[in-house]
């Protein structure tokens, strides 16, 4: 899906349309939903492992959280990103 939507936005490129100034492209939302989940799951293994006193299962929580809410910002940022209000 992503993959469709970078080379898409390639071709119409090169087929001498402008390009959209105005949305993100969907690799820069990749980037910060990365990004932002890195600091989100460092601080959710740091509550787990507070709550819990354990590291492995600590870790568990966050590596499913760090998949999990990269998929959900991923979504948000694309929807938002179609959304005019405020633009």
Same mark, same amino acid.
């Given at each position: 899906?992503?993959? $469709?939507?970078?080379?898409? #936005? +390639?071709?119409?490129? !090169? +087929? /001498? ?11 820069? #939302?990749?980037?910060?939903?990365? !990004? ?5 799951? @460092? ?9 819990? /006193? ?5 870790? !568990?929580?966050? #590596?499913?959280?760090? @998949? ?12 938002? $990103? ?6």
């Amino acid at each position: 899906m992503i993959l $469709n939507q970078v080379i898409f #936005s +390639r071709k119409t490129q !090169s +087929r /001498g349309f402008e390009e959209d100034k105005v949305s993100e492209k969907p690799l820069r #939302s990749v980037a910060k939903a990365f !990004s932002w989940r890195l600091i989100g799951t @460092i601080d959710t293994l740091v509550v787990s492992y507070v709550l819990t /006193g354990q590291i492995k299962l600590a870790a !568990s929580i966050a #590596s499913i959280d760090f @998949i999990t809410k990269l998929v959900l910002y991923f979504f948000h940022e694309r929807i938002w $990103n179609k959304i005019k209000w405020g633009k």
